[in-house]
Protein backbone atom coordinates (compact mmCIF):
# COMPACT_ATOMS: atom_id res chain seq x y z
CA UNK A 1 0.00 0.00 0.00
CA UNK A 2 1.39 3.67 -0.51
CA UNK A 3 0.22 6.45 1.61
CA UNK A 4 0.00 9.98 -0.24
CA UNK A 5 -0.43 13.22 2.13
CA UNK A 6 -0.84 16.51 -0.26
CA UNK A 7 0.46 20.16 0.82
CA UNK A 8 0.92 23.74 -0.64
CA UNK A 9 -2.78 24.22 -1.39
CA UNK A 10 -4.24 27.76 0.11
CA UNK A 11 -6.19 31.46 -1.21
CA UNK A 12 -4.48 32.33 -4.66
CA UNK A 13 -5.36 35.66 -6.22
CA UNK A 14 -6.39 35.19 -10.07
CA UNK A 15 -3.41 35.28 -12.02
CA UNK A 16 -1.20 33.94 -9.20
CA UNK A 17 0.69 30.81 -8.78
CA UNK A 18 0.87 27.63 -6.55
CA UNK A 19 2.94 24.45 -6.75
CA UNK A 20 1.49 21.58 -4.83
CA UNK A 21 3.08 18.54 -3.46
CA UNK A 22 2.35 14.90 -2.82
CA UNK A 23 4.42 12.96 -0.46
CA UNK A 24 4.41 9.27 -1.24
CA UNK A 25 5.84 6.26 1.35
CA UNK A 26 4.85 2.82 2.27
CA UNK A 27 5.54 0.59 -1.44
CA UNK A 28 6.76 3.38 -3.48
CA UNK A 29 8.63 0.75 -5.56
CA UNK A 30 5.64 -0.37 -6.73
CA UNK A 31 4.18 2.87 -7.75
CA UNK A 32 4.00 2.62 -11.88
CA UNK A 33 2.86 5.86 -12.36
CA UNK A 34 1.29 9.10 -9.96
CA UNK A 35 -1.65 11.62 -11.27
CA UNK A 36 -3.47 14.46 -9.73
CA UNK A 37 -7.10 15.12 -10.24
CA UNK A 38 -9.13 17.97 -8.64
CA UNK A 39 -13.53 18.25 -7.57
CA UNK A 40 -15.00 21.37 -7.31
CA UNK A 41 -18.03 21.98 -4.78
CA UNK A 42 -20.87 20.00 -6.72
CA UNK A 43 -18.56 18.77 -9.58
CA UNK A 44 -17.42 14.93 -10.43
CA UNK A 45 -13.55 14.71 -9.75
CA UNK A 46 -11.71 15.06 -12.85
CA UNK A 47 -8.13 14.34 -14.08
CA UNK A 48 -5.82 17.71 -14.20
CA UNK A 49 -2.51 15.43 -15.04
CA UNK A 50 -0.46 12.14 -14.89
CA UNK A 51 3.57 11.09 -14.99
CA UNK A 52 4.94 7.92 -14.89
CA UNK A 53 7.05 7.63 -12.06
CA UNK A 54 9.86 5.38 -13.66
CA UNK A 55 10.69 7.91 -16.36
CA UNK A 56 8.81 8.78 -19.75
CA UNK A 57 5.78 11.17 -20.86
CA UNK A 58 3.42 13.41 -18.78
CA UNK A 59 0.45 14.25 -19.95
CA UNK A 60 -1.86 17.29 -18.60
CA UNK A 61 -5.51 17.94 -19.26
CA UNK A 62 -6.72 20.17 -22.09
CA UNK A 63 -7.95 22.87 -19.84
CA UNK A 64 -5.00 23.18 -17.95
CA UNK A 65 -2.07 22.69 -20.47
CA UNK A 66 0.25 25.36 -20.84
CA UNK A 67 -0.36 26.59 -16.81
CA UNK A 68 0.19 23.29 -15.22
CA UNK A 69 3.19 21.10 -15.07
CA UNK A 70 3.27 18.05 -12.97
CA UNK A 71 6.89 17.01 -12.00
CA UNK A 72 8.80 14.30 -10.15
CA UNK A 73 11.43 14.18 -7.35
CA UNK A 74 12.11 10.03 -7.09
CA UNK A 75 14.57 10.33 -4.31
CA UNK A 76 12.37 12.46 -2.36
CA UNK A 77 9.27 10.39 -3.41
CA UNK A 78 7.48 13.50 -3.92
CA UNK A 79 5.30 14.39 -6.59
CA UNK A 80 4.39 18.20 -7.78
CA UNK A 81 1.84 20.36 -9.71
CA UNK A 82 2.98 23.80 -10.61
CA UNK A 83 -0.28 25.85 -11.44
CA UNK A 84 0.23 29.65 -13.08
CA UNK A 85 -2.04 31.83 -14.43
CA UNK A 86 -4.50 30.26 -11.46
CA UNK A 87 -8.44 31.07 -12.24
CA UNK A 88 -10.83 31.21 -10.22
CA UNK A 89 -12.78 28.00 -12.20
CA UNK A 90 -9.52 26.45 -11.00
CA UNK A 91 -11.01 26.06 -7.29
CA UNK A 92 -11.19 22.73 -6.31
CA UNK A 93 -9.48 20.28 -4.01
CA UNK A 94 -6.77 18.71 -5.07
CA UNK A 95 -5.99 15.28 -4.69
CA UNK A 96 -2.98 12.80 -5.56
CA UNK A 97 -3.07 9.53 -6.55
CA UNK A 98 -0.77 6.74 -7.68
CA UNK A 99 -1.49 3.48 -9.61
CA UNK A 100 0.62 0.70 -9.82
CA UNK A 101 0.29 -0.60 -13.10
CA UNK A 102 -0.14 0.95 -16.72
CA UNK A 103 -3.90 1.91 -17.69
CA UNK A 104 -4.86 3.60 -20.73
CA UNK A 105 -7.51 5.01 -19.58
CA UNK A 106 -4.79 7.56 -16.89
CA UNK A 107 -7.53 10.00 -16.94
CA UNK A 108 -10.03 8.00 -15.32
CA UNK A 109 -10.71 7.68 -11.44
CA UNK A 110 -10.57 3.98 -11.30
CA UNK A 111 -7.19 3.78 -13.18
CA UNK A 112 -5.40 4.67 -9.60
CA UNK A 113 -5.05 2.54 -6.51
CA UNK A 114 -4.24 4.77 -3.90
CA UNK A 115 -5.48 8.16 -3.03
CA UNK A 116 -3.84 11.43 -0.78
CA UNK A 117 -6.87 13.44 1.19
CA UNK A 118 -6.72 16.32 -0.73
CA UNK A 119 -5.95 20.04 -0.27
CA UNK A 120 -7.43 22.95 -0.82
CA UNK A 121 -6.87 25.54 -3.72
CA UNK A 122 -9.32 28.79 -3.82
CA UNK A 123 -8.43 31.27 -6.25
CA UNK A 124 -10.25 34.73 -5.95
CA UNK A 125 -10.85 37.43 -8.30
Known amino acids: QVQLVESGGGLVQAGGSLTLSCAAS????????MAWFRQAPGKEREFVAT????????YHADSVKGRFTISRNNAKNTLYLRMNSLKPENTAVYYC??????????????????WGQGTQVTVHS
Open 97 to 114: AAAQRWNSDYDLRYAYDS
Open 26 to 33: GRTFSMYS
Open 51 to 58: TSWRGGSA
